[in-house]
């Protein structure tokens, strides 16, 4: 059973669309999470969700944008996509404030 | 601003070999994370330091914590292949244990 689930697992697009990649967890926690992952592999986070509601709201252009329907998903949807997007998105669940569960990444690539 | 130092970042050292992973952080915490990244892949979670002295042990690597210094330690015995990737310390703080300060990562390389 796939605990953090992301979709989907590469996308290659061109510069100025909008994508969206999407994060479903079956842990029942309540907490969810997006990094970034850049060439150097340097992690970074972006958005926390806490029982759908914002609580961490990095310092990423607003072309970035998180929505959580409900405690099990929470997607990025990126419009008017740059070459410096391109990086590895992880998804990430936690039951609060704990030890974060990753998901499988999605490797984005603009060109 | 959290800012939390690894070193080395880059370790290649030979089977059998002991060698030791610093992770040094700025502010107080006291939940330190050590993950494991195998080459285009996920992060997986080897331990979690909650507070002051602890110390944990699976297989071949053990972890410390001390909060005073903030420094925590991933120590590796005897190394064998298979623990060639890429080793991250992260910290929670910087205002809320649910943000997490990664380093930059050590990647580790063993040799036969």
């Known amino acids: 059973d796939t605990a953090v689930s992301q979709t989907p697992k590469y996308l290659v697009t061109q510069m100025g669309n909008d994508k969206s990649i999407k994060c479903e967890q079956n842990l029942g926690h309540d907490t969810m999470y997006w990094y970034k992952q850049d060439s150097k592999k340097f992690l970074k986070i972006m958005f926390s969700y806490n029982n759908k509601e914002l609580i961490i709201n990095e310092t990423v252009p607003n072309r970035f944008s998180p929505k959580s329907p409900d405690k099990a998903h929470l997607n990025l949807h990126i419009n008017s996509l740059e070459l410096g997007d391109s990086a590895v998105y992880f998804c990430?669940?936690?039951?609060?404030?704990?030890?974060?569960?990753f998901g499988p990444g999605t490797r984005l690539t603009v060109t | 601003e959290l800012k939390v130092e690894q070193n080395p970042l880059f370790l290649s050292m030979q089977e059998g070999k002991n060698y030791t992973i610093y992770c040094n952080y700025s502010t107080t915490s006291d939940r330190l994370y050590w993950y494991r990244q195998d080459p285009g892949k996920s992060l997986e979670s080897l331990f979690v330091?909650?507070?002051?002295?602890a110390v944990k042990q699976e297989g071949r690597l053990m972890a410390s914590l001390d909060t005073k210094a903030r420094l925590s330690t991933l120590h590796i015995t005897a190394a064998v292949h298979d623990l060639s990737a890429t080793y991250f310390c992260a910290v929670a703080g910087g205002g809320s244990n649910y943000k997490l300060t990664f380093g930059k990562g050590t990647l580790l390389t063993v040799n036969p």
């Open positions: 330091l909650l507070s002051n002295g």
């Open positions: 990430a669940s936690s039951p609060s404030g704990t030890k974060q569960y």
